[in-house]
């Protein structure tokens, strides 16, 4: 099989294909036995009809054209492969030869992934919540925990967000009361937005003895008005129980308040770490992406669209969920569905681009060593020797995507050291030194500990 590649412009190329009939003739015979298991003529059995007397019944023609069906994908990816093209998308195919006899000859026209060049990626500066935990997270989560244990009681005050109120609830639309909105002696925290916000807006500052009166939107039909009617019984506020080591170790998990605020910083410090960490993952590669100028390609869009899809399919399914189940759940319509996936798979075209455009830019090409163990993880991670790994990925082109994937991580691992980061609410520089993982600190013994110990064990 011969090849040659003829650049269009525009990031499209033709891919002109020739099969010498001896190969091509392997995919023919194979046609005319698959017709032979398909077809019945008299005087012969099923799928025993000599080859001769299909030719002479359906003609040589047909079977070519269904050689040329299974066959053409395969010999189309070994153009791909032999001229090293980084194709996008399918390819527009137009046979030229070989439909009735002699070698099969292709051109194939596709797209190819764009070069770009981008400027500015060595001095970018991202947002990122920060890595520390303020000591008012701790206390909240030490307070969330005490309430679990909180009592209530009366007060003689204006309610705040918080409190608990006894009330007298009556919701009506058009003076028919509202199925669920009416209630006596009803229990009510402040601010919890269960009703709504127009209940909550009301109920502080609110009073026991207070009627309030007020309307409000109903929430799912429209240019529908409720009117509320609520008489304020009860005002209590939320006491906490004392935070001692007895509560503690009655309470909770742990034995001591020490050893609970301990836990839980640890906690909210590795949250806070994590969460820090993606941040400056997808803030570096999207400020990146943002640097590549012009449209991104629909083909490109698609391909990233079809491979999203394919990803949330393999985790819906290992969850046992449908796409339906899981719109459902997540209250969006197939076409909000279908328009985050758009504008995600925009964005992710343009990290990609980018990325590619850092890794070229800085001569950030794998070795030999770093594809291997690319290849070795992926063997250990589907259980299979790295051997056959190699082999597959080299029979589907799978090596060059193995390359260009090393090549884009090491690019944001580049641009994770170069870019300045900043926390998201205060503006201030984060030291990068607090996104780095914990380590276990060592306890080896200095050189001149060792020494000294070597001159006393001499005398």
Known sequence: MTSRVEDLGDNKVKISVEVDEQTFEVAVDAAFKKIAREVRIPGFRHGRVPRKVL???????????????????????????????????????????GEESGPLSFDATVETRPVVEISGHGSLTVEIPSPLV????????????????ATLEDVERAATKGDFVT???????????LPGLNAED?????????????????????????VLDFTAEHPVQEDTVIDFHVE?????????????????????????????????TERLESAALTRAQHALRE???????????????????????????????????AQGLSLEHWLAFNGKSQEEFSDDLREGAAKSAR????????????????????????????????GDKPAVVRQRLDEADGLMSVVADLKKRSALEWLIEHVAIVDEETGESIDRSLLDDPQDESTEPSDDTSDEEGDESSE
């Open 186 to 210: 009803y229990s009510y925290e402040v601010g919890s937005g269960v009703v709504g916000d127009e209940l909550d807006d009301n109920l502080e500052g609110a009073q026991a003895g207070d």
């Open 351 to 382: 990290v990609d681009l980018a990325l590619r455009a850092i890794a070229t830019a800085e001569g950030l090409d794998p070795t030999d060593d770093d594809v291997d163990a690319e290849i070795e993880r992926i063997a250990a991670q589907i």
């Open 167 to 177: 009330i007298d609830i009556e919701g009506t639309v058009d003076g028919e009361p």
């Open 55 to 97: 030719e002479a019944r359906i003609g040589v023609g047909y079977a070519r054209a269904e050689a040329m069906e299974e066959a053409m994908g395969g010999y189309y990816a070994a153009a791909v492969r032999q001229e090293k093209v980084d194709v996008v998308g399918r390819p527009d195919i137009d046979i030229t030869g």
């Open 283 to 317: 803030n570096a590669a999207g400020a990146a992406g943002d640097l590549v100028e012009g449209d991104i390609s629909e083909t490109l869009i698609e391909a990233e669209m079809s491979e999203q899809l394919q990803h949330l399919g393999y985790s819906l399914q």
């Open 232 to 264: 304020v019984k009860v005002v209590q506020e939320r006491v906490l129980p004392e935070l001692t080591d007895e509560w503690v170790d009655e309470n909770t998990e742990w034995e001591t308040v020490e050893e609970m605020t301990s836990a839980l």
């Open 134 to 149: 303020p000591e008012d997270d701790i206390q909240e989560q030490i307070d969330r925990i005490r309430a679990r244990s």
